[in-house]
T-cell receptor
Framework: KAGVTQTPRYLIKTRGQQVTLSCSPI?????VSWYQQTPGQGLQFLFE???????NKGNFPGRFSGRQFSNSRSEMNVSTLELGDSALYLC??????????????FGPGTRLTVL | KQEVTQIPAALSVPEGENLVLNCSFT??????LQWFRQDPGKGLTSLLL?????REQTSGRLNASLDKSSGRSTLYIAASQPGDSATYLC????????FGKGTRLHILP
C-alpha cells in the first residue's frame, strides 16, 4: 500500500507570494492533518480535514488555509508569505477523525524556503 | 493546556548500549501516545502507538511504556546501532495531537 505523498518536495518563494502544497493520503484514509515544523517551535498543528470538512484548527493566522477533496486529497495554501513561514510542512493521514485506536502516518514533507 | 516535554534534548551513546528516552505530559486525559522517528529533513515514521488503556507496546528492539497517572512514557531501545541515530518524538492525542520537541539521538560506532 502506498504511503502518504506530498508535492512538491522543495519550494522556494519570495515574501508576499502565495503557495499551495498538496498531500495524498494513504488509500482508505479519510483524515488529513497538516503540521509546520521549525527548529525553534518544533512540530505545530495547523489543521485537520475529514470528509472535506475542517475538523480542528491550530493557532495560526488566517493566511494559512486548506481544503480537502472528495478523494481525500488535501491542499494547504499560504498567502502573503513571510520569512517566518520557512519550514518543513508535513501532512499526516489517519483512517478516521477520532483519536482513539487511530495511528497517524506522515508524508516526507515539503521544505518551503521564503526569501 | 497540554504540554509535552522530552528530556534530554540530545543524547550520544556508544553502539551496543541499551538506552531510554523520556517523554512527559501534563494532562493525563489522553487517548493514546505515539512514538515517532525522524531522520534529518525527512518526515516522521511511526514506531509505536500505545492506547490509554495499555501499559506498553513492543516492536523488535523497541519497547514503549505508558504511565498515564504520572504523565510519563519511556522508549527503550535495546542493543543500539548506528542506524538508530535520528530524532525521536513523542505525541499525545486527545482533541488535538501535541508533540514534544524530540530527543536527538546519536549512536557512536
Amino acid at each position: 500500500k502506498a504511503g502518504v505523498t506530498q508535492t512538491p518536495r522543495y519550494l522556494i518563494k519570495t515574501r508576499g507570494q502565495q503557495v499551495t502544497l498538496s498531500c495524498s493520503p494513504i488509500s482508505g484514509h479519510r483524515s488529513v492533518s497538516w503540521y509546520q515544523q521549525t527548529p525553534g517551535q518544533g512540530l505545530q498543528f495547523l489543521f485537520e480535514y475529514f470528509s472535506e470538512t475542517q475538523r480542528n484548527k491550530g493557532n495560526f493566522p488566517g493566511r494559512f488555509s486548506g481544503r480537502q477533496f472528495s478523494n481525500s486529497r488535501s491542499e494547504m495554501n499560504v498567502s502573503t508569505l513571510e520569512l517566518g513561514d520557512s519550514a518543513l510542512y508535513l501532512c499526516a493521514s489517519r483512517r478516521t477523525s477520532g483519536y482513539s485506536y487511530n495511528e497517524q502516518f506522515f508524508g516526507p514533507g515539503t521544505r518551503l524556503t521564503v526569501l | 493546556k497540554q504540554e509535552v516535554t522530552q528530556i534530554p534534548a540530545a543524547l550520544s551513546v556508544p553502539e551496543g548500549e541499551n538506552l531510554v528516552l523520556n517523554c512527559s505530559f501534563t494532562d493525563s486525559a489522553i487517548y493514546n501516545l505515539q512514538w515517532f522517528r525522524q531522520d534529518p529533513g525527512k518526515g516522521l515514521t511511526s514506531l509505536l502507538l500505545i492506547q490509554s488503556s495499555q501499559r506498553e507496546q513492543t516492536s523488535g528492539r523497541l519497547n514503549a511504556s505508558l504511565d498515564k497517572s504520572s504523565g510519563r512514557s519511556t522508549l527503550y531501545i535495546a542493543a543500539s546501532q548506528p542506524g538508530d541515530s535520528a530524532t525521536y518524538l513523542c505525541a499525545v492525542s486527545r482533541d488535538k495531537i501535541i508533540f514534544g520537541k524530540g530527543t536527538r539521538l546519536h549512536i557512536l560506532p
